[in-house]
C-alpha cells in the first residue's frame, strides 16, 4: 500500500499537522523535526505529491517508460515496439529520459515516488539488486528491459552468447586473430559481450590478446557511438600487427568503423550486434536483437502486472540471430567479388 502522511506522523511521533506544515514549506517547524520527517519520507518512499497522485494512480491510465539515452538507436527501436503494443490499450505513455550519472539510482527513485504512472518500463538501467529491492518499498509494478532483477519481470537478450556465437563464426572460418570493439568498461553489455568474446577464444584453444580489445576514446552514450567505432577501428589499424577480423559491440559502433577502414584504405570482415535499421543498407553481419518485440513483450509483461500483481515473476531472456551479410566477406573473397565485377563490366563494354 502506499504511504501517507498519516504512516509518516505516526513514525515519527508527531501529529499529522507537523508532517504537512513540513511538506508545505512552513516556518513553523523545528528544524530538528523537518529533517527527522523528511528522512522519514525518502526512507518509508513517500513523496509530497503521493498522497494525492497515489490515490489516482489506478485511475491515472499512464506508464512511464524510464530511459537512459532516447537517441541510443537500441532505445528507439524497444520504444518503437512499446508504442505499438500500447496502442492497443487504453493507457498513455510517458518518457522520462534520465542522465548516465553516479546518482542514476536517485533519478529513478525519483521518477518513480512522484507517483504518478501506473507502472513502469525501466530501459537499460543497471543497477545493483540490493538498489532493485529498495524499488519494491513503492509498491508499483516495474518490468526491466535489458536487464535482470529477481524482484521484477524482465525481458533481455542474452549478450554473452551473442558474442561467443559471432565470435565463434569468425573463427570457423579461419581467422586468428580476431579484434573486439568495446565500449566503456563499466557497462554492464559491454561486459557480457567481453565475456562471450572470451569464452569463444577459450573454448577454441586460443589464448586473449588485451591489446585486441578496444575501445574508442568517445564515452558519450557509454562508447554506442559512430565516433567511439571510428576511433577504436583506428586504433587497431594503427597495431604493428594487424587484426584480421573484428567483432564490434553494437552495429551504430561498426558503422563507424567501416567508415576508418574506408578512411585508411583497409578492410577486415567484421560483425555487429543490434541489427539496427541502417545496418542492412550497409551490408553489416550481425548479431540481430528482436528489439520491437521486446518492447512489446515488455509492456505486455507490464499491463497483466498491473492486472495481476499477485503472478509469479516473468523473465524473458531471447537469443540473438546471427544475420551474415557483406562486412563479414574474407578479403580473397571480397577481391575475387570485385576481380568478377570488374571483368563482367569490362566485357560487356567489347563490341560482339
Known amino acids: 500500500m502506499s504511504v501517507t502522511i498519516y504512516d509518516i506522523a505516526k513514525e515519527a511521533g508527531v501529529s499529522i499537522a507537523t508532517v504537512s506544515r513540513v511538506f508545505n514549506n512552513s516556518t513553523n517547524v523545528s528544524e530538528k523535526s523537518r529533517t527527522k520527517i523528511l528522512q522519514l519520507a525518502k526512507k518509508m518512499g513517500y513523496h509530497p505529491q503521493a498522497m494525492a497522485q497515489g490515490l489516482a494512480r489506478k485511475k491515472s ?6 530511459v537512459p539515452v532516447i537517441s541510443n538507436y537500441f532505445f528507439m527501436e524497444v520504444l518503437e515496439g512499446i508504442q505499438e503494443q500500447i496502442g492497443n490499450s487504453d493507457f498513455d505513455l510517458n518518457i522520462y529520459n534520465i542522465k548516465i550519472s553516479d546518482d542514476i539510482f536517485d533519478q529513478v527513485e525519483y521518477s518513480i515516488k512522484r507517483g504518478m504512472a501506473e507502472g513502469y518500463v525501466i530501459i537499460s538501467v543497471h543497477l545493483s539488486e540490493r538498489e532493485w529491492k529498495a524499488l519494491k518499498k513503492f509498491d508499483v509494478p516495474v518490468t526491466l528491459v535489458d536487464e535482470y532483477s529477481a524482484e521484477y519481470d524482465s525481458v533481455s537478450v542474452d549478450s554473452v552468447e551473442g558474442a561467443y556465437n559471432a565470435t565463434r563464426y569468425l573463427m570457423e572460418n579461419g581467422y586468428e586473430r580476431i579484434a573486439m570493439i568495446s565500449a566503456i568498461s563499466s557497462s554492464k553489455p559491454s561486459q557480457d559481450r567481453i565475456s562471450g568474446y572470451r569464452r569463444a577464444l577459450e573454448d577454441g584453444g586460443r589464448f586473449l590478446v588485451p591489446e585486441l580489445i578496444v575501445t574508442g576514446s568517445s564515452r558519450a552514450r557509454d562508447g554506442f557511438t559512430e565516433k567511439n567505432g571510428y576511433e577504436a577501428m583506428i586504433s587497431l589499424l594503427e597495431l604493428p600487427e594487424l587484426p584480421d577480423a573484428c567483432f564490434c559491440n553494437s552495429d ?12 585508411r584504405g583497409k578492410y577486415l570482415p567484421i560483425i555487429g550486434f543490434d541489427d539496427i535499421q541502417f545496418s542492412d543498407f550497409f551490408g553489416l553481419s550481425t548479431m540481430r536483437q528482436p528489439m520491437r518485440e521486446m518492447g512489446e513483450m515488455a509492456i505486455g509483461k507490464l499491463l497483466n502486472r498491473i492486472e495481476n500483481p499477485d503472478a509469479n515473476v516473468s523473465h524473458t531472456v531471447f537469443s540473438p540471430e546471427l544475420v551474415l551479410r557483406s562486412s563479414s566477406i574474407s578479403p580473397a573473397a571480397m577481391a575475387e567479388a570485385s576481380s568478377l565485377r570488374d571483368d563482367s563490366i569490362t566485357g560487356s563494354s567489347v563490341p560482339s
Open 61 to 66: 491510465k499512464l506508464i512511464s517508460v524510464i
Open 252 to 263: 551504430i559502433q561498426a558503422i563507424g568503423a567501416i567508415k576508418a577502414m574506408q578512411d
